[in-house]
């Protein structure tokens, strides 16, 4: 398998695992953080009070494209280290389609904090991000997973066929 990759030589986005078991690539935040929200005033930066937080995203300023398209694609996946940070994946896991070719770009859902909230006698008057617990520009911020492309026949039928299990799930088999 092979990937082309597309970065600044003088900033990498992506590095390769650590260990020979490992399966994430880590990837970095290239710029600063774009906050998507509505803010108090015409300040839109970090240090801005905001009515509500959309989202905030980083560019990694990496594009990949795989040789053979038909063989593998890639998923954007947060780092463990996430759990340390008032972020939250915005859709979970991201998926990078094999023909895409744009830079890779990570959305995380800002998580409020009590201490976020900025009040002034009694009112509240909006959200200060707590610049200590997201992301900065060269942070490594989502992990890479590759993937094999799998495209099974799909059989439209009204009857399945039998199975073991049966039906059963949210936790029928047990704690």
Request: glycine residues 8%.
């Amino acid at each position: 398998m092979e990937v082309y990759i597309k970065e600044n030589p003088e900033e990498p986005s992506i590095k390769r695992p650590e260990y020979a078991g490992d399966a994430g690539y880590d990837l970095f935040a290239r710029e600063n953080p774009k906050i998507s929200g509505d803010p108090v005033g015409r300040n839109k930066t970090l240090t801005a009070t905001y009515k509500s937080i959309d989202y905030i995203e980083y560019d990694t300023k990496l594009i990949v494209a795989p040789a053979d398209e038909r063989e593998i694609y890639a998923m954007v996946y947060p780092r463990s280290s996430v759990s340390k940070y008032n972020l939250a994946l915005a859709n979970s896991v991201g998926v990078v389609d094999s023909g895409f070719r744009d830079t890779i770009k990570v959305r995380f859902r800002y998580i409020m904090q009590p201490q976020d909230i900025v009040m002034k006698d009694g009112e509240i008057l909006g959200i200060k991000i707590n610049t200590d617990k997201i992301y900065k520009k060269g942070d490594k911020i989502a992990q890479l997973i590759w993937c094999l492309h799998t495209h099974p026949f799909l059989n439209f039928n009204d009857r399945m066929p039998p199975s073991e299990r049966e039906l059963g799930g949210f936790g029928s088999t047990g704690v």
